[in-house]
């Protein structure tokens, strides 16, 4: 079992940086990648994706050239760069751990998830 704990939400104004952290521990050796998702009143969305071995990043449109995802693999956590905050990014922010390799924007395909990390950029 992979357990996936984040970090790092909080309050910032819009144009603000934040960096989210995601520490993953248990079975990490199963590992095909790690998703950040999040979820607001528009619903969940997916943000994108690492292979947890090389370096395979994959992004929604809606975020491409703003966040960026990174890993640490001697801390066994994840980094979720947010730049150029808007009030439409307030949300809960989760990362996600996938096995088995597959469609990697599908929620359907995760089989662990961390408790989430706020994030609101007031308007």
Known sequence: QVRLVESGGGLVQPGDSLRLSCAASG???RLF???????????REF?????WNGDGTYYADSVKGRFTISRDNAKNTMYLQMNSLKPEDTALYYCAAQITAGDRSNRKNYNAW????Q???PS
């Open 27 to 29: 079975r990490t050796h």
């Open 33 to 43: 990648a790690v998703g950040w998702f999040r979820r607001s009143g528009s619903g």
């Open 47 to 51: 943000i994108g994706s690492i292979t």
């Open 114 to 117: 961390g408790q989430g990390t």
């Open 119 to 121: 994030v609101t950029v």
